[in-house]
Every structure is written in C-alpha cells, then in structure tokens.
Nanobody, 119 residues
Framework: QVQLVESGGGLVQPGGSLRLSCRVS????????FNWYRQAPGKERELVAT???????NYANSVKGRFTISADIAKNMVYLQMNSLTVEDTAVYYC?????????????WGQGTQVTVSS
C-alpha cells in the first residue's frame, strides 16, 4: 500500500521558518510530479508547489520566493522549505504525488501536517 507521511509542521512566529518533510513509500523514479498543497480553514485546498521529475519547479504566487520544494531520491523524501512565514500561511499542508505506471496515472495523498503561524 502506498503511503505518504508528512512531518515537520508546528507553531511558528511570523517571519519564521519551517521545513516540511514527506516520506514516500514507492519508487521515486515512478513519480511524475511531487506536490505540496495546503488547506486553510474555510478555504479550498490549493496547490502550493510542484516539482516535476525533470527538475523544474512551480510555485503559487503567494509563496514564490519564500518556499522551496525539493526531493531526495535516495532517501525517498520530499521537502518544503518555508521561510518568511506569515499568518496567511496557516493551513494543513498535504504531500501529493502522481505516479505514472504503464500509461496510467495514480494520485496519492498524505494525511496532512498542521502549520500555524502566530505571535
């Protein structure tokens, strides 16, 4: 069974930093994109950052220049480095991957990790 397990969330003051981690239980080489989403209370889930298997990245405008997505293939880990956090970054953050197998795509989600930015 495919598992994505996030960690690293917590309470941080505005201007602070956190690094989220996501352990992936499947072959990283079978993954087409690595993604981080977030969902704030009362809001829809939004895509925050994408790392495509070729190495290119995309970010939501709201986090550009502050967040960095990366992956360590050898460790089966995906990361989201978050700097200069603001209260608007408060949300549950989810790791997501899409796997390409024999021409079919499969999407997997982690359980989420809470990030709270507050003074």
């Amino acid at each position: 069974q495919v598992q994505l397990v996030e960690s690293g969330g917590g309470l941080v003051q505005p201007g602070g930093s956190l690094r989220l981690s996501c352990r992936v239980s499947i072959s990283m080489y079978s993954i087409n994109t690595f993604n981080w989403y977030r969902q704030a209370p009362g809001k829809e889930r939004e895509l925050v950052a994408t790392l495509i298997s070729g190495g290119s990245t995309n970010y939501a405008n709201s986090v550009k220049g502050r967040f960095t997505i990366s992956a360590d293939i050898a460790k089966n880990m995906v990361y989201l480095q978050m700097n200069s956090l603001t209260v608007e970054d408060t949300a549950v953050y989810y790791c997501n991957v899409d796997q390409l197998v024999a021409g079919s795509r499969y999407y997997y989600w982690g359980q989420g990790t809470q990030v709270t930015v507050s003074s």
